[in-house]
């Protein structure tokens, strides 16, 4: 139930260990992309996709009808943001189509992120009630937090250490008979609440160290200090430390919704937040503003220039390797926003955006413009030019060349 990120990856795995599949997606055009072998996402290539289709194993459809009969039905659907709280509506939807078509021995697990309670507590009670069967009696209830990492060539869908929890004991041994088939390392959780928390907890982690990378570069800055040099010498040390880089704000896959589920549900429990999510939250909010401000400065002092009606071009919007051109909440897209409206022209180029013969290039030569920001390293800049070409640069991810007019975040 979903064929995105979480979702095709997985679906990809069980044709290849032999299972029949039905991909289910609402979404028709990414429902067209699928039936013409033309994948989505980056991690699942073309010629995989393809394959699939081939072989007879793989259908995708967003009819209903096609649910019937099935073993094991995962739900990979998003869970974004909606006032600073994860949207269940998309689980709600997904959990009552397959109601309907719950047999006796049927296997249900819930791979999107949420926070702990959901399984048991919003979709085992919809389950029951259109099944009229019990979870961990009639059917077999579990939850598998995805664990996606896009673009990560090191670390796939095939070896990954995959989390499995069940209702009942019974339960998380079928859930982990099904990954035990398709993945290579199964890690069991004591219940569904710990493995729900497991997975918005790796992400709070990463959540609150990306804010504490942020939070250096500012002092780095007021210091006058290179604040990446700085993480490259804190990563010496091979003991207690992982580096973190800084950036816009804080995107990725999971981030910046899934650290919200913690918080909010300790809040909704305790009337207490959970304070370091709560600080992180406030601090990566605060960076893409931070952002504007540092090229606002930097053009002021460089050229004697207001950013506003200063021209300035964007490289890049949406979130590093999210395939389907979802933003995702992309810091970038904000940085864009606060850009325009202290009354910069901005110019976007985006691979994932941009239509044209040349979506890499902006419309104008890198000279016409005042200042370029470099928000999203996609492979496929040539940035090279950008440092050679451009009047100025700042370099939010660290990765440009490095040379008088190019100034790190």
């Known amino acids: 139930m979903g064929q995105g990120q979480a979702g095709l990856p997985l679906a990809m795995a069980a044709v290849e260990a ?3 599949v039905i991909g289910f997606e609402r979404d028709a055009q990414r429902l067209e992309q699928l039936r013409d072998g033309v994948s989505p996402i980056e991690d699942v290539p073309d010629k995989t996709l393809e394959a699939a289709l081939k072989s007879g194993r793989y259908q995708a459809t967003r009819e209903e009808d096609a649910l019937a009969d099935f073993d094991v039905a995962v739900i990979a659907v998003p869970t974004p943001p909606r006032e600073r709280v994860a949207d269940l509506g998309a689980v709600r939807e997904a959990t009552e189509s397959l109601a309907r078509h719950v047999r006796k021995g049927t296997t249900v697990v819930l791979e999107s992120t949420a926070h702990p309670g959901t399984t ?3 979709v085992r009670p919809i389950l029951e009630a259109l099944s009229w ?3 961990g009696a009639g059917f077999h209830l579990g939850y598998s937090p995805a664990r996606v990492e896009p673009g990560d060539e090191r670390w796939t869908f095939a070896n990954t250490p995959k989390i499995v929890s069940g209702l009942t004991d019974k339960c998380r041994d079928q859930v982990a008979a099904f990954y035990g088939g398709i993945t290579q390392n199964v890690v069991p959780a004591n219940s569904v609440e710990e493995a ?5 907890f790796e992400d709070a982690f990463r959540y609150v160290n990306t804010a504490l ?4 570069c ?6 006058d200090l290179d604040a990446w040099h700085t993480l490259d010498l804190a990563g010496s040390n091979p003991v207690g430390f992982t580096t973190f880089r800084p950036g816009p704000g804080a995107d990725g896959q999971s981030l910046p919704v899934d650290p919200t589920h913690l918080s909010q549900q300790d ?3 305790h009337r207490e937040a959970f304070r370091l999510v709560e600080l992180a939250e406030d601090i990566n909010g605060a960076q893409p503003a931070y952002v504007v401000d540092r090229l606002q400065d930097a053009l002021g002092t460089r050229h004697d220039k207001p950013l506003k009606g200063a021209r300035v071009l964007a490289l890049g919007l949406t979130t590093r390797r999210i395939g389907g051109g979802g933003s995702h909440r992309s810091p970038a897209a904000e940085v864009v926003a606060e850009l325009e409206r202290r009354g910069a022209l901005v110019d976007v180029v985006d691979p994932q955006l941009t239509e044209g013969e040349h979506p890499l290039r902006p419309p104008l030569p890198y000279r016409a413009y005042d200042a370029a920001v470099l928000l999203t390293a996609y492979d496929g800049f040539d940035l090279a030019a950008v440092t050679a070409e451009s009047e100025y640069v700042l370099d939010t991810r660290g990765v440009m060349p490095h ?3 190019v100034e790190r975040l």
């Open 18 to 20: 032999g299972h029949h």
């Open 120 to 122: 048991r507590k919003i």
């Open 133 to 135: 069967m019990r979870a």
């Open 196 to 200: 729900e928390l497991a997975k918005v």
């Open 213 to 216: 990378a942020n939070e250096l």
């Open 218 to 223: 500012k002092v780095a800055h007021s210091l």
């Open 267 to 269: 809040k909704a429990r």
């Open 403 to 405: 040379a008088a007019h």
